[in-house]
């Protein structure tokens, strides 16, 4: 495993643990937008999440955990929604707040640390988690969903969209429908409605992007 570069330690969050995403790569989230678009930095939004959006999937306020450069979060707003979007990168926040000011939609970007989504202080009927979660290690899903919890609304929905280990060409972190279930427990106050196999676009696996599950998750 890499050693924790300088890029690493140069963190807004005092104290932040590297993910293991950061800790494989030996890059900061941040840095991963430095020199130009990040893998998954596609410049519009997750067809996943457009078909969504359509159907109407979306309800109330809406969180957008690890949005990114703002296409996901940009593109429900933009039907009428108040969305945060927020991530850890702060050169992100700057290129979606950009966006949003080009594009004329109203949308609200928040640094915040995707383990402490309690710190907020608000709460959301709709959370997306659009190609995140998938970034965590099973150690770490834990805390991660816990984090969730705190701020998703008793009744509201989770969306989960993350690479799949089902089919050729994965992407670099896989997770499993039974990963899935274990992280979203009913002991943990959770309902997993449905988990259906779906695509991830990035920069690197083709028109087609690599295969993914879609995962409709209720706070109970």
Same mark, same amino acid.
């Given at each position: 495993?890499p050693?924790? *570069?300088?890029?690493?330690?140069?963190?807004?969050?005092?104290?932040?643990?590297?993910?293991s995403?950061?800790?494989?790569?030996g890059?900061?989230? !941040?840095? *991963?937008?430095h020199?130009? $678009? %990040?893998?998954?930095?596609?410049?519009?939004?997750? $067809?996943?999440?457009?078909?969504?959006?359509?159907?109407?999937?979306f309800?109330?306020?809406?969180? !957008?955990?690890?949005?990114?450069?703002?296409?996901?979060?940009?593109h +429900? @707003?933009?039907h009428?929604?108040s969305?945060?979007g +927020?991530?850890?990168?702060? =050169? /992100?926040?700057?290129?979606?707040r &950009?966006? %949003? @000011?080009?594009?004329g939609? @109203?949308?609200?970007? @928040?640094?915040? !640390?995707?383990?402490q989504?309690?710190?907020?202080?608000r709460?959301? &009927?709709?959370v997306l988690?659009?190609?995140?979660?998938?970034?965590? !290690?099973?150690?770490?899903? $834990?805390?991660?969903v816990?984090?969730?919890? *705190?701020? =998703? &609304?008793?009744?509201?929905t +989770?969306?989960?969209?993350?690479?799949?280990d089902?089919?050729?060409?994965?992407?670099?972190?896989?997770?499993?429908r039974?990963?899935l279930?274990?992280?979203?427990?009913?002991?943990?106050?959770?309902?997993?409605?449905?988990? &259906? $196999?779906d695509? +991830?676009?990035?920069?690197?696996?083709?028109?087609?992007g690599?295969?993914?599950?879609? /995962? =409709?998750?209720?706070?109970?």
């Amino acid at each position: 495993m890499p050693e924790r *570069s300088e890029t690493l330690a140069d963190d807004p969050f005092s104290g932040r643990r590297p993910t293991s995403h950061e800790r494989m790569t030996g890059q900061s989230w !941040d840095a *991963s937008y430095h020199d130009g $678009p %990040a893998p998954w930095d596609i410049g519009r939004p997750q $067809p996943a999440i457009v078909r969504l959006a359509a159907e109407g999937g979306f309800a109330g306020a809406v969180l !957008d955990a690890g949005c990114g450069t703002g296409e996901n979060t940009l593109h +429900v @707003a933009s039907h009428g929604f108040s969305v945060l979007g +927020v991530d850890v990168a702060e =050169t /992100a926040l700057a290129i979606a707040r &950009e966006n %949003a @000011a080009g594009r004329g939609i @109203a949308a609200e970007f @928040a640094i915040a !640390d995707a383990f402490q989504l309690g710190r907020l202080g608000r709460r959301f &009927e709709t959370v997306l988690d659009c190609g995140l979660l998938h970034t965590f !290690d099973a150690d770490e899903r $834990p805390g991660y969903v816990a984090s969730l919890a *705190s701020v =998703t &609304e008793r009744g509201g929905t +989770v969306y989960v969209l993350c690479f799949s280990d089902q089919g050729p060409g994965t992407g670099p972190h896989p997770v499993s429908r039974e990963e899935l279930r274990a992280a979203f427990t009913p002991e943990g106050g959770w309902n997993i409605a449905a988990i &259906e $196999p779906d695509r +991830v676009l990035t920069r690197f696996h083709g028109d087609d992007g690599a295969p993914a599950w879609f /995962a =409709t998750i209720e706070r109970i």
